[in-house]
């Protein structure tokens, strides 16, 4: 084998010989391998994007003789995470029999299911609409990747030619066509009318590239991204400025968070007018580059190239009109001046899906903007859950990537608004939306959980993610909230949760726990007042510190955190939940419990007092009363447990049993108890009750609400 340079500038050369040594001989692992390191360079291709394949010899499990299998990515997936489970493998020369049935391209949709017939593997993944375009092709290992310096220039107006004088002749053309059937033969043809290329430029598109052996598709994918990204390179600013140049400057760091902060909840509002949406927000210096140019009035409404883009921004952003230094504050000001901005937009959206649809296209979908892009200050994108908005993002900056590169070699060019219809309401890709497992009772909902690093308050943030939600935890000890993130990262992924040190009784710590929601997700929907501590003490030993804590910790910071809450959901419009952990204590008159029990009672009569005054903006406040969750909590540190102990005359070790005992169940109350009453109240079946207290004690009569 020719030596070749592994020295990229532009691409990471990640291959291990060491290794893919020990994988030698299983292509197919081998395979796997190669994908994975793709995957992992996300200049080579997005999340969720491109596919490759090998073919190899395995025996049939019909007749026992060797046959030639292609194994090749599956519908969805990701190359960077691939797995085998997540390859579909053909018998090669059925699926390429399938031509001799194949009607034209007004027919090529009915091919997808004769895939089926071509299955090897009856284990293996789906075949994607991208299976032909690998099967037509001769070679052992295939890669077709969306890299932007690739896609640039096949989105550059003069991309065929650019492509040709760039490698020689030894990089093939095909124009633009939607991916499939006939885009397979396509490609067939180019490579028999252009022997011995190396690959293929899609486009509007992508890249094909290819090799005899794992390793040489790999090199060869990096080489020809390398040469391509070192052509962009080579040319910027040679035209002029990139985008024109500057427009105006990019608003300071710390101006652009709050004004990000401020504004993301009013948008998540307007975004979430058919669904409730999850948001993400970057400030990242290529998009900043972008909307602060003299080109985005120009670029920006001509919408994305590669397929792969537009299917998860929409066929444009929308664009506001606001300036870095807008004072936000006036809300209701606020929302009256975006309100035609966002109706305008729908009103295109839904112009051109009646302009191209055909009669039998899908129903419209949400005609809301997902990508939004504020000026000075950064780009916002709102999907159905955190992922798809923060891969929405990537998705976008990678087609700024793409306009940037088109425009400095010559000018970009996006797809035909009826080419960009067919692929984003094709049926083949609405099976596949149809096919998706049924979201959650809280998909969607962003949740802030106070005290939520531990015991009830962690319980409930689980609860709440394994429902759909996302939630942002908090904690007064940063060790204990680094500890939590952590095991929330392990568990449910980086996408589940975020992170905010809170004090509960300072206002300032509050003030930025809802910025950093705003900042993460764009909002919340549910709050919960669970933070909180336990002094048991009788009347003579209980002291003015102890009391003021007590107020502070409990009923000042329900209070100051439910006012903060309220803020940020009017600027949504889209309703709420709080809930407050409150207690048994609230009703029921016991020894030694004069500063806890008390306050405990304002929390509950507060929660209804908000209650009263908030129904009216569908913001509902309801209360479950906790008692004696001892597991994981640290109401029972700080000689709280010993305190209770001696007030009813038994040793700390007997307290569980005593507390189970007491009750009409004769349960012990676990964190998970309090998480499924929470769960109850935001899951969707409660949505009319508000003012409510929910009692999870095993049973304590005198705890009855009456």
Same mark, same amino acid.
């Given at each position: ?5 592994t ?10 010989? +060491?290794k893919a040594a020990?994988? &030698? @001989? ?9 994908s ?6 996300l ?6 994007g491109?596919?490759?394949s ?6 049939d499990p ?9 194994? =090749?990515?599956?519908?969805g997936?990701?190359l960077?995470t691939l797995?085998?489970?997540g390859?579909?493998?053909l018998y090669?020369d059925?699926?390429?029999s399938l031509?001799?049935? !194949?009607?034209?391209l007004a ?8 895939f ?5 593997d009856l284990?293996?993944k789906?075949p994607?609409i991208?299976?032909p375009l690998?099967?037509f092709?001769? /070679?052992?290992h295939?890669?077709?990747?969306h890299p932007?310096a ?5 989105a550059?107006k003069d991309?065929?030619?650019i492509?040709?004088e760039?490698?020689?002749?030894t990089?093939?053309?095909v124009?633009w066509?939607? *991916?499939?059937?006939e885009?397979?033969?396509?490609l067939?043809k180019c490579?028999d009318e252009?022997p011995g290329i190396?690959g293929?430029?899609?486009? $509007?598109h992508g ?7 794992? !390793? ?8 020809v991204?390398e040469t391509c990204a ?14 024109g ?5 990019? +608003?300071?760091p710390?101006?652009?968070q ?7 909840p009013?948008?998540r509002?307007?975004c979430?007018s058919?669904?409730h ?30 397929p792969d883009?537009f299917l998860?921004?929409?066929i ?12 936000? $504050?006036?809300?209701?000001a606020?929302?009256?001046?975006l309100?035609?901005?966002?109706e305008a937009y729908?009103?295109m ?5 009646e ?6 296209s899908?129903a ?15 780009? /916002?994108s709102?999907a159905?859950?955190k992922q ?7 998705f ?7 306009m940037?590169?088109a425009?400095?070699i010559?000018e !970009?060019?996006?797809?035909p608004?009826?080419e960009? /219809?067919n692929?984003e309401?094709w049926l %083949?890709?609405?099976a596949k939306?149809?096919?998706m497992p ?7 909902k962003?949740? %802030? =959980?106070?005290?939520s +690093?531990?015991?009830?308050?962690k ?5 709440f ?11 007064m000890?940063?060790?204990r909230?680094?500890?939590? @993130?952590?095991e929330?990262? $392990?568990?449910y992924?980086?996408?589940?949760f ?5 004090d509960?009784?300072s206002?300032?710590?509050i003030g930025?726990a809802f910025?950093?929601?705003a900042l ?5 929907d549910?709050? =919960?007042?669970n933070? @909180?501590?336990s002094?048991s003490?009788?009347i003579a030993d209980?002291?003015?510190k102890d009391?003021?804590?007590?107020y502070?910790?409990l009923?000042k910071?329900?209070?100051?955190v ?12 889209t309703?709420?939940d ?6 048994k204590?609230a009703?029921v008159?016991?020894?030694n419990?004069?500063? !806890?029990?008390s306050?405990k +009672?304002?929390?509950?009569h ?8 908030l129904?009216?903006d569908h ?12 597991s994981d ?22 307290l *569980? ?5 007491r009750?009409l169940?004769?349960e012990v109350?676990? *964190?998970e108890?309090?998480?499924? &009453?929470?769960f109850?109240?935001t899951? @969707?079946?409660l949505n009319?009750?508000?003012g409510?207290?929910?009692?999870v004690?095993?049973g =304590?009569a005198t705890a009855f609400?009456r």
């Open positions: 084998m020719t030596a070749r340079t020295d990229f500038k532009h691409v990471s050369y990640l291959w291990d010989e +060491a020990e994988l &030698a @001989g299983d292509e197919v692992a081998l395979l796997i391998y190669r994975n390191l793709l995957g992992a360079d200049r080579l291709t997005n999340y969720g491109g596919n490759t090998c073919k190899a010899m395995a025996k019909l007749t026992g003789e060797e046959t030639e299998v292609m194994w =090749v990515k599956g519908s997936g990701d960077g797995k085998k489970s390859l579909a493998a090669v059925r699926l390429r031509k001799n049935i !194949y009607r034209g027919h090529e949709d009915e091919m997808v299911e004769l089926n017939h071509c299955i090897y284990q293996s789906a994607s991208d299976t690998h099967g092709l001769p /070679f052992r295939i890669d077709h990747l932007d690739a896609i640039a220039i096949a550059a991309g065929e030619q492509t040709k760039l490698f020689g002749g990089i093939g053309w124009p066509q939607k *991916p499939g059937f885009l397979g033969l396509m067939r490579l252009n190396r293929i430029m899609l486009g $509007s890249l094909f590239t290819w090799g005899d052996t794992a !390793y040489e598709s790999y090199i060869n994918t990096l080489e991204i070192r052509y962009l390179e080579e040319n910027y600013g040679k035209k002029g400025p990139v985008f140049g500057q427009r105006i400057a990019p +608003a300071e710390e101006l652009r709050k004004q990000a902060a401020a504004i993301a009013v948008l509002g307007f979430s058919e669904r949406m999850v948001g993400h927000f970057t400030d990242d210096t290529r998009v900043l580059e972008f909307i602060n140019s003299n080109d985005l009035d120009k670029l920006a409404p001509l919408g994305t190239s590669c883009h998860r921004t929409k444009s952003p929308l664009v506001l009109d606001l300036g870095t230094g807008e004072d936000l $504050s006036d809300v209701e606020l929302k009256v001046r309100a035609p901005e966002f729908r009103k959206y839904t112009d051109y899906y302009t191209c649809k055909h009669d039998n899908p419209i979908r949400d005609a809301n903007p997902v990508i939004i892009l504020y000026p000075g200050i950064g780009m /916002f709102f159905k859950d798809t908005a923060r891969v929405a993002a990537e976008y900056t990678n087609a700024i990537n793409v940037k590169g425009e400095a010559s !970009y060019t996006s797809l608004r009826q960009a /219809f692929i309401y %083949l890709e609405e939306l149809q096919r049924k979201p959650k009772p809280l998909t969607g962003i949740a %802030l =959980v106070t005290g +690093a531990g015991g009830i308050g319980a409930i943030a689980k609860k993610v394994e429902e759909g939600a996302v939630v942002v935890l908090n904690d000890n940063a060790e909230l680094e500890g939590a @993130g952590e929330f990262k $392990s568990k992924g980086r996408d589940s975020a992170t905010a040190q809170l509960v009784t206002a300032a710590q930025a910025d950093a929601a993460a997700f764009g909002g919340v549910i709050v =919960v007042n933070a @909180g501590l002094i003490k009788t209980h002291t003015e009391w003021d804590l007590l502070d910790v009923v910071g329900q209070f100051l439910t006012q903060a809450a309220v803020a940020v959901m009017k600027k949504q419009g309703g709420g709080i809930l407050n952990i409150v207690s204590n009703l008159s016991g020894p419990n004069a500063g !806890y029990g306050a +009672a304002a929390q509950l507060l929660g209804r007092l908000n209650a009263a005054e129904g009216a913001i509902r406040v309801n209360t479950v009363n906790p008692d004696a969750v001892i909590s640290n109401i029972w540190a700080g000689g709280w447990a010993e305190g209770r102990a001696k007030a009813y005359g038994i040793t700390v070790a007997e *569980p049993a005593y507390y189970a005992k009750t169940l004769n109350i676990l *964190p108890d309090i998480a499924n &009453a929470c109850a109240f899951g @969707g079946l009319k009750s508000t409510n207290v929910l009692n004690d095993g =304590v609400v």
